[in-house]
């Protein structure tokens, strides 16, 4: 099986941009969970979207948002974004709920904002 | 609330040395635990998971962990590190309630190799 995918695997943006991030999870995964990895706080969950409803949500300001599609196919948004923002953004799918099954991640979007 | 703590930043081992990472963690009831490897620039590849039963788990690339109730400790082993198990390594809980909590990620700690 293709693992997880997530494009694009590079973005530069400016303070203020919005931001689209894809994710495409294992074929018949039906749950996509996102995280946000930097230097000073880790990897943090962002949140989790299980059969096109999102189960829960992190820590995060409302900038942060997301979707998931009757493909499972998931995407993030951050709007206006923040210097504070730059970070790889890691994907996760699985195919229950997080909390009980192995989560299996892709290779990141790495986004730099200016 | 979770959390893991990983207590060792940096670990330098030699090539052929056995390796242990500590890993300690804080939940409520038993946790789903979880290793992942990253290598620079890469994702999280899932090297071994905990969910029940025998507390010895074995997972991918010869690296073992075994789980301690009583000292809320998940320590990931290998008998003999190669040069290419040089990445960072980290330790997560699950929640076994079956939520949607996501993973905790302790912060990591990163093995160097010395030849």
């Known amino acids: 099986k293709a693992g997880v995918t997530q494009t694009p695997r590079y973005l530069i943006k400016t303070r203020g941009q919005q931001v689209t991030l894809s994710c495409s999870p294992i074929s018949g995964h039906r749950s996509v969970s996102w995280y946000q990895q930097t230097p000073g706080q880790g990897l943090q969950f962002l949140f989790e979207y299980f059969s096109e409803t999102q189960r829960n949500k992190g820590n995060f300001p409302g900038r942060f948002s997301g979707r998931q599609f009757s493909n499972s196919r998931s995407e993030m948004n951050v709007s206006t974004l923040e210097l504070g923002d730059s970070a790889l953004y890691l994907c996760?799918?699985?195919?229950?709920?997080?909390?009980?099954?192995?989560?299996?991640f892709g290779p990141g979007t790495r986004l730099t904002v200016l | 609330a979770q959390s893991v703590t990983q207590p060792d930043i940096h670990i330098t081992v030699s090539e052929g040395a056995s390796l242990e990472l500590r890993c300690n963690y804080s939940y409520g009831a038993t946790p789903y635990l979880f290793w992942y490897v990253q290598s620079p620039g890469q994702g999280l590849q899932l090297l071994l998971k905990y969910f029940s039963g025998d507390t010895l788990v074995q997972g991918i690339k010869g690296f073992e962990a075994e789980f301690k109730r009583s000292q809320s400790s998940f320590n990931l082993r290998k008998p003999s590190v190669h040069w290419s198990d040089a990445a960072e390594y980290f330790c997560a809980v699950g929640d076994s309630g079956g939520g949607a909590d996501g993973l905790t990620f302790g912060k990591g700690t990163h093995l160097i190799i010395q030849p």
């Open positions: 996760a799918s699985s195919y229950g709920t997080s909390g009980g099954d192995s989560q299996y």
